[in-house]
């Protein structure tokens, strides 16, 4: 008698049943995907959210056409929301706790928390408000860097730095930066290179192409109204030496005269002395000379009267200069410069 066959049943998965099986997977899949994403276009994201119902006021277009903004750059610029303001309003979002050490006035809050430019209305410094902008607008590209790229850039940055920089202004204000933000002085070269420096290496030119068409263009207006604070910080120093040199001689004819002058009064004692001892001839034979030492005399003092007249000339000439260079100071930062007057 045979013993019956253990036979194992397997129950057959139906269509249904599969389906309920993958989907946790596929959505887990797609969540990974939207993940990825989120993360790769997270900054498109965020500028989307920021300029949704942002139109750009007509000053701030205008700024980032005359810089020649990349359409990349120009997206940039308008995230941060940036805005021109007056002196009051400018000082609440930046404040002077030392400033920019380069010849603009603005300031980027990290984080595209917004760019604030100062409102300057003199025609002598027709650029800086574009410069300004510019220069904010690095530091919000310099934020935007991966760290791979950042790498990259720095190197450059500091290679030019270190080897191939000789404007002396520039290396005073990077200088400055190394002793009031040690932390960010590779920042802001990429901030003043970018926007002052006319002639920059191949690798930082073509970097600079993602941000501007023509860079150049944007080095000239800070050039333009530098070149006013330059000739006339020039002119004071050139005044100050000349004015030097003519006080020494000012202050040499006066000692000059006063040992003529000792030896006037010494012979007109004399004089008088012979005169009343009743001594003509040797009287007679002294007034000659006497007369001669005072028309010398009287020949120096009209020298030291035009001298001084030269001298406080040029001295209004100097302050002149002084107090414009002061007014340009004032305009950009609403206090006064630090040139004294003679």
Partial sequence: MQSPTNNTYTPKLTPTTKRHAVWPYIII?????LAILIVQNKNNIYDWWRLNGYSAPADITSLAQQDTMTPYAMNLFKVNHPQILDTAEFNKYCPNDGGEKTIVLGCYHSGEAGIYLLNVSDPRLNGVEQVTAA?????????????????????????????????????????????????????????VFGTEVMNLPTNLENYYKRYFTNRQKIASYASQYQSE????QNEVTQDDAELSTMLAQINSLKASLSVTYNQIVAEQNELNSLRQSNSISQYNSLVGPYNKQVDNYNSQVDTLRNAIDSYNTLVAQRNAAALIENQLYSELSGSPGTVPNK
């Fill in 29 to 33: 899949a797609v969540w990974i995907v």
């Fill in 135 to 191: 220069h904010e607008l690095l530091h919000a590209a310099y934020n935007r860097l991966s760290t791979s790229m950042r790498e990259q850039v720095d190197g450059w940055l500091l290679d030019y730095y270190n080897h191939d920089l000789t404007d002396p202004r520039i290396k005073a204000t990077i200088a400055e930066y190394k002793k009031t933000e040690p932390g960010q002085v590779v920042n802001e070269m990429h901030s």
């Fill in 229 to 232: 604070f330059t000739s006339r």
